[in-house]
């Protein structure tokens, strides 16, 4: 399996969820199918069947996690010397060359990827189009609204 990418905020969001989930809400499932049990019937009690499904999803987000966090690839761009490159986790300020409006964005992990946030997913077109390059090269990426060209105003490992 190949290393999937993640900043050392991402990883440690997913330990959350991980923690949560397996702490709180793994324990109220089985309360919730202990609780449902004693109703009678199982084939008739759509209180069990719930909460055996969101038994499913729990242990299967549990699951998906663990194989992130095994799979992972920590990449803390603080310890990295900054040389002006856009790479992963690097936030970059860019310039709509047609708009004159600046944007920023950090490049992270899939997981991570939150657009009203200003976070990227490292497998998004505009990353993609931005990894490698630096401080005042000038990229056009396509958007699903046509070809927009952007200057690359600043690139920061924070």
Same mark, same amino acid.
């Given at each position: 399996m190949k290393q999937i990418p993640m900043t050392v905020r991402g990883a440690e969001q997913l330990r959350e969820e991980l923690d949560f989930l397996k702490n709180v809400r793994r324990p109220e499932i089985i309360k919730a199918i202990a609780e449902a049990r004693e109703h009678g019937d199982l084939k008739e009690n759509a209180e069990y069947h719930a909460a055996r499904e969101q038994q499913g999803f729990c242990e299967g987000r549990i699951q998906e996690i663990e194989g992130k966090l095994a799979n992972c690839q920590i990449i803390d761009v603080t310890k990295l010397p900054n040389n002006g490159k856009v790479i992963f986790g690097a936030t970059v300020v860019l310039l709509n060359t047609d708009t004159d409006e600046e944007v $920023?964005?950090?490049?992270?992990? /899939?997981?991570?990827? /939150?657009?009203?946030?200003?976070?990227? $997913?490292?497998n998004s077109p505009i990353a993609r189009g931005l990894i490698g390059k630096e401080v005042d090269d000038t990229v056009v990426i396509a958007t699903p609204g046509g070809k927009v060209e952007f200057e690359i105003i600043e690139v920061e490992y924070k």
């Amino acid at each position: 399996m190949k290393q999937i990418p993640m900043t050392v905020r991402g990883a440690e969001q997913l330990r959350e969820e991980l923690d949560f989930l397996k702490n709180v809400r793994r324990p109220e499932i089985i309360k919730a199918i202990a609780e449902a049990r004693e109703h009678g019937d199982l084939k008739e009690n759509a209180e069990y069947h719930a909460a055996r499904e969101q038994q499913g999803f729990c242990e299967g987000r549990i699951q998906e996690i663990e194989g992130k966090l095994a799979n992972c690839q920590i990449i803390d761009v603080t310890k990295l010397p900054n040389n002006g490159k856009v790479i992963f986790g690097a936030t970059v300020v860019l310039l709509n060359t047609d708009t004159d409006e600046e944007v $920023s964005y950090q490049i992270v992990g /899939d997981d991570e990827a /939150d657009i009203k946030a200003g976070l990227i $997913s490292v497998n998004s077109p505009i990353a993609r189009g931005l990894i490698g390059k630096e401080v005042d090269d000038t990229v056009v990426i396509a958007t699903p609204g046509g070809k927009v060209e952007f200057e690359i105003i600043e690139v920061e490992y924070k």
